[in-house]
């Protein structure tokens, strides 16, 4: 088993600290990051870094990035900064009523159809242009996300977006970042403005995790092939078909039933979690 740690607060001194609490010598894997050669799981490792603010993962040896078919994301607080819905709602001059309805829905509290319509139904009379300013605006990529992206090209694995979000922003995103699959809600609109409906059914966890299952089958992956990235509560049926679910700066109830957690790091710390391929023998 491989003890890996990483995030902007896991420093040189601090590896070395680890060192002697493991026994292990800390093996350089990226910026910040450090991979630790260790036998089990330690409950005072996982403290102490909890303590320091530094994201750490007890992983297989030997699980390598290269072997994966599929990765699988949702977008708003995952493969992007925002929540799209708020920043319309913050246009609609109703971002407080409709980030407590998100907030609810990410920590399961409320249902999530029923959630995103009441959301949506806020956006009445919105001009579709704010759409384009929400993108142009305000949109930005979660740090470590074109390096992960890159990898997954570069290593074969396809790329999945699903999202309780719009169709607006990931078609976008889609063609931007080269995503070959996308699944997302569709907002209505009529004479240029957003009726507060949503046009076909509600991108739901169950929605999600049946585009997760028949994208993998598509791909011929079994479980151990497959990755899922979320942060709220209707992305957790997706995560528990993966062969690997990670919470992405996710809310408790994500975070206790993910396999791994990052909270400090950026989405490249997806990466570190896999080992690199062999180098080829010279």
């Not at 609490?21 to 996982?46: C, N, Q």
């Not at 971002?95 to 995103?116: C, F, H, N, W």
């Not at 907002?187 to 993998?216: C, Y």
Request: with cysteine; glycine share 8%.
């Amino acid at each position: 088993m491989n003890l890996v740690t990483q995030g902007e607060g896991m420093t040189a001194a601090l590896a070395a600290e680890l060192a002697r609490l493991t026994g292990s010598a800390p093996e350089p894997i990226g910026a910040s990051a450090f991979r630790y050669k260790f036998s089990a799981r330690d409950v005072k490792i996982a403290q102490w870094c909890d303590e320091r603010r530094i994201d750490h993962a007890f992983v297989p040896a030997g699980r390598r990035f290269d072997q994966l078919k599929l990765v699988a994301m949702d977008m708003d607080s995952t493969l992007i900064t925002i929540e799209c819905i708020d920043e319309l709602g913050d246009l609609a001059g109703k971002k407080a009523a409709i980030a407590a309805i998100t907030a609810q829905a990410m920590r399961g509290e409320v249902d999530y159809p029923e959630s995103l319509r009441r959301r949506v139904a806020l956006l009445a009379g919105l001009p579709q242009d704010a759409l384009r300013r929400v993108y142009e605006e305000r949109l930005q990529l979660t740090p470590g996300a074109e390096a992960l992206i890159a990898a997954c090209k570069a290593n074969g694995v396809k790329l999945l977006l699903v999202s309780g979000g719009f169709t607006y922003f990931t078609e976008k995103l889609k063609d931007r970042l080269g995503l070959d699959f996308i699944l997302s809600n569709v907002l209505e609109i009529e004479k240029h403005r957003l009726t507060g409906r949503l046009a076909g059914p509600v991108v739901d966890a169950e929605a999600k995790a049946r585009q997760f299952l028949e994208v993998a089958k598509a791909l011929k992956a079994d479980r151990l092939q497959t990755v899922a990235i979320g942060d709220g509560a209707n992305d957790l049926k997706m995560m528990a078909l993966a062969g690997v679910s990670i919470a992405f700066r996710a809310k408790p109830v994500v975070r206790a039933q993910a396999d791994f957690a990052l909270n400090y790091s950026g989405l490249d710390g997806v990466l570190r979690l896999f080992e690199p391929p062999p180098t080829p023998a010279a």
